[in-house]
């Protein structure tokens, strides 16, 4: 074994996290883990879970005021908890190598990829006169273009994709014996990572090195790692072959999570979603037995008070479970959901549009030379036209920079088209024109990407929801209703508890933040939602809380919906409409259905291939040789 | 709602607290105190009248020196009048100089911030370019010549701190209140439908407030030293007027034979100026939610 963890516990004393005088809180707790040379271990988790102090705990970077209390991690037969610190930091970089999860913040801005390449060789002793031919060695090897050209580029003018290979160059430059990856693609686009994690693999087989990946997406590691433990709060619940723990998850945790994430193919179902959400580290010391008790659909009496082991199911596959219910899943809650009909909102196609864009173009211009006399126009939006109607849920799908978010800034009017006419509930929106501006808000209400950012931290909840009743004048449907009431019935439509009214957006949980965001949108009562990215910053597990609330909102109360989003399974899920856009233009649009059975145009193929398949069986990521 | 009600005085109390719980707010809070108790009780704490002279005690030593008057506790100047009282006095158009600039300078500077920041485009070039212009003027040179234009006096010296330093103002503010306006919740008010001017009141200007009140206080500091730089050269205020800076300019001809005359203005200076940056610090610390996480 190259790298193996066994029953590690590492505990924050009493300076982190907990307050003065409690106890020293477990916050990674008996983990035992091994990866052979040339093989890839997936250590999968939601945030939170621990996974990547894992990580940072074998590179020698355990926080302040944490500290291992049981346990070793063998590296290559030697304890590395118990070599002295220069002994360990000859072993990092070297025999130990990192792949970053922030490309474009890992690399010094001010120095070439050639000069911190070149620093690089230079600690692993390569001579002088043979570097300049081994970094270019080195990146043509990552499949780099014209590597001679490369090395004299800074990061800036690479692509997060180029910035992520000539890092994975770098890693594989001393060839490692242990390579440790933390989130390598989160940064990037679905296409650039499916090249990413293909490149990852064939370096991984070439140089037969021991990988630790470290991942939120279950099903992603399940195809590149051939070995994956699952942690959650700290405990490692479920660990065995890849294959066998996506095909036959045996912890309610795996299933959960395993169901919770939607499918690109196949056929649909309702998302089960887990209550609540992972305790953090200032409630572990409260709980006795098993830390996912509280949100377990099968949990039994005793797992309240007393932690479970970890028992083998299968050789080789572990379970921290108790011994019934290991061995026979009970249904994972919702399942019984799965087999109801089920079908996304179509919308009402006998009434007139919602929205329409009709050759809708907003061109930037970039101005430069000393009097501005050099121009550079970029369409972000190039004759676009598309209608939404009354309760629908359209989906937009693209990579970063296609455009998506800037139809989403045209359609709620922040944004003014430079050619083109929007028109909302059928009256044309022309910059300056209050009344159609004030029509406009009743009608288009936007959900933002990022919850942290789009709620004021000064604002109370119940401030935030009921907002909009600050107007002067409110709106008619506003008048019907008292601020207190409202915010009431915001509060329960978006699932919130009733003493939530009087936090502030500290106080909320990730998800909760998101509830709010939606809340304040629904306040106007809008015909329409804008949600730009909603869910990619959220856990899988609240993704699907926050699908469902959508979905059930949309059903309730007739709103429309524009998904704006990357992420195709998500699209699938709540849209009954899809559009493809790239650089600007939609290239393909129709059923989601139907797009996603039969994609026609070459960038749909592109952009569908990337998705991790739910079937372990099938072969992915395709290799880095063939163009996916 | 009663509970939201609960909840916001509980925020209050709590806000409170974290306030008191920073030493440099404590000390630095305690020291403006002092020295406003003084300003305000000027009349009757100090024992002579500061323009008083009495040529029979010229240049007389602190009481505890030899030769030293209990009726002169710091002792005399060269026109023999009492240099304690004068500080007492000095106090009152410090704290006044420094309170009133401070607050002109920050109404023009942060107005002006706010509507740079927050417009962009033309208004917040035009902004940018006088900032820069008002910049490349030596500040004292344009102190000097709106006091020699204008004439002397308390208001002229305020008038012309102001007109120095609001730039200080507006190039700091108007960075945080561009960070502030690319948050989504300004957007979100404004697809509310507030106002321009009620989104930035709700929205944009609490956000920037502790960075605000943190320079305020900071400029408070420099204004004094501005107006004792001032007096000093002989352009503030008629010489009928007691200040610091004028008790450092009496003081200059007898520096070799009473240094203590020279010593207690320094002091009262120094003192004063560094209550001001300790607040400031203080404060900047306790309002700033990030570095109050840290501390934690």
């Given amino acids: 074994m190259m790298l193996s963890v066994t029953n590690l516990t590492l505990s924050a004393g009493e300076q982190a996290g907990a307050k003065a005088g409690a106890k020293a809180v477990a916050v990674l707790r008996d983990i035992t883990l091994s990866v052979a040379r040339g093989r890839v271990l997936g250590l999968v988790g939601e945030s939170g879970a621990g996974k990547s102090m894992v990580g940072r705990l074998i590179a020698g970077h355990t926080p302040r ?14 304890d590395l908890l118990q070599l002295a610190a220069a002994e360990r930091r000859k072993l990092l970089g070297r025999r130990i190598a990192f792949i970053p999860q922030e490309p474009l913040s890992s690399l010094n801005p001010v120095m070439t990829i050639g000069q911190t390449f070149d620093e690089h060789l230079m600690l692993l002793g390569v001579a002088s006169g043979e570097r300049a031919a081994a970094i270019v060695n080195h990146l043509a090897a990552v499949h780099l273009p014209r590597p001679e050209a490369m090395v004299r580029r800074y990061p800036h003018e690479l692509s997060g994709g180029q910035c992520q290979r000539v890092l994975i160059a770098m890693a594989f430059a001393s060839d490692p014996a242990l390579l440790i990856a933390d989130e390598p693609t989160t940064a990037l686009d679905v296409v650039s990572q499916t090249h990413i994690l293909a490149l990852l693999k064939e370096q991984q087989r070439l140089h037969q090195t021991a990988v630790l990946l470290i991942t939120h997406d279950l099903r992603l590691a399940a195809h590149v790692c051939d070995e994956i433990a699952v942690l959650y709060a700290g405990e490692q619940v479920e660990r065995g072959a890849a294959r066998e723990v996506l095909g036959q998850p045996c912890h309610p945790y795996t299933r959960a999570l395993q169901a919770a994430n939607p499918d690109v193919h196949g056929s649909q179902r309702q998302l089960p979603a887990l209550a609540g959400q992972m305790p953090g580290i200032s409630a572990l010391s409260a709980i006795a037995g098993c830390r996912f008790f509280a949100r377990c659909p099968q949990a039994l009496a005793a797992c309240g008070s007393e932690p479970q082991l970890l028992r083998e199911v299968t050789t080789g596959h572990w379970v921290r479970c108790a011994p019934g219910c290991a061995t026979n899943p009970a249904p994972v809650a919702g399942d019984d959901l799965q087999s109801a009909a089920w079908s996304a909102p179509v919308g009402d196609w006998n009434s007139p549009p919602l929205v329409e864009l009709q050759e809708v173009t907003l061109s930037y211009t970039a101005r430069w030379g000393a009097f501005g006399q050099r121009k550079l126009v970029s369409h972000a939006v190039n004759k676009l036209s598309l209608r939404i109607q009354p309760g629908e849920f359209v989906g937009i799908v693209g990579e970063s920079g296609s455009g998506k978010s800037s139809i989403a800034r045209l359609i709620v009017g922040a944004e003014a088209p430079t050619a083109g006419r929007i028109n909302i509930a059928g009256r044309e929106r022309i910059p300056g024109d209050a009344t159609v501006a004030r029509l406009s808000r009743e009608c288009v209400q936007m959900i933002f990407q990022d919850p942290h950012s789009a709620l004021n931290p000064r604002r109370s909840v119940y401030r935030l929801l009921t907002q909009a009743y600050e107007l002067d004048h409110t709106a008619g449907s506003l008048a019907r209703k008292t601020r207190p009431e409202r915010g009431a019935e915001l509060l329960a439509d978006v699932g919130l508890p009733a003493d939530a009214l009087s936090r502030y957006p500290a106080q909320l949980s990730g998800g909760q933040k998101q509830r709010v965001n939606i809340g304040r949108a629904l306040c106007v009562m809008p015909r329409l939602l804008v949600a730009d990215e909603i869910v990619s910053g959220l856990d899988v597990s609240v993704q699907a809380q926050i699908l469902n609330l959508l979905l059930e909102l949309g059903r309730r109360a007739n709103v429309a919906l524009l998904l704006i989003s990357h992420d195709l399974s998500v699209v699938r899920y709540l849209c009954s409409r899809v559009m493809v856009m790239q650089a600007g233009s939609i290239v393909e649009e129709g059923k989601t259905e139907e797009v996603f059975a039969r994609p026609q145009h070459p960038y749909t193929q592109l952009l569908l291939r990337s998705v991790p398949p739910a ?13 996916p | 709602m009663s509970a939201l009600a609960a909840g916001a005085a509980e925020r209050g109390l ?14 630095g809070g305690g020291i403006l105190l002092l020295v406003a108790l003084a300003a305000l009780l000027a009349t009757w704490i100090a024992p002579h009248d500061p323009l008083e002279q009495d040529l029979l005690h010229m240049l007389s030593p602190p009481m505890w020196a030899d030769g030293g008057e209990a009726a002169f506790p710091l002792g005399t100047d060269s026109l023999g009048r ?40 033309r208004i917040d070039r035009a902004i940018g370019y006088v900032v820069d212009l008002w910049m490349s003027f030596p500040p004292v040179v344009l102190s000097l010549i709106l006091l020699v234009g204008v004439g002397t006096g308390v208001d002229k010296v305020i008038l012309a701190v102001v007109l120095v330093d609001w730039t200080r103002f507006c190039r700091v503010v108007r960075a945080d209140v561009l960070v502030t306006r690319r948050r989504d919740y300004v957007l979100a008010a404004r697809l509310i439908g507030f106002s321009h001017l009620r989104t930035l009141l709700t929205e944009v200007l609490p956000a920037v407030t502790p960075l605000i009140i943190t320079l305020f206080s900071i400029e408070m500091g420099v204004a004094i030293i501005v107006e004792a730089t001032l007096s000093f050269i002989g352009l503030s205020v008629p010489p009928d007027v007691t200040t610091w800076g004028q008790m450092l300019a009496d003081a200059r001809g007898d520096i070799q034979s009473a240094l203590w005359v020279m010593l207690v203005p320094v002091c009262a200076i120094i003192v004063t100026v560094l209550g001001c940056n300790l607040l400031g610090d203080g404060l900047r610390v306790a309002l700033d939610p990030r570095l109050r996480q840290r501390g934690e």
């Avoid at chain 1, 944490?66 to 290559?76: E, I, K, P, Y």
């Avoid at chain 2, 240099?83 to 607050?103: D, F, H, K, Q």
């Fill in chain 2, 14 to 27: 709590l806000g409170a607290g974290r306030l008191l719980g920073q030493p440099r707010i404590l000390v």
């Fill in chain 2, 82 to 121: 009492c240099v304690l009282s004068r500080a007492i006095y000095g106090a009152r158009v410090a704290l006044i100089v420094g309170i009133m600039s401070a607050l002109g300078a920050m109404l023009i500077g942060s107005t002006l911030a706010l509507l740079g920041g927050y417009f962009g485009g």
């Fill in chain 1, 615 to 627: 079937d372990p069986s099938i072969a992915w990521p395709p290799a880095p040789g063939q163009k």
């Fill in chain 1, 65 to 78: 005021g944490f500290a291992v209390t049981r346990g070793q991690v063998m590296f290559d037969g030697r």
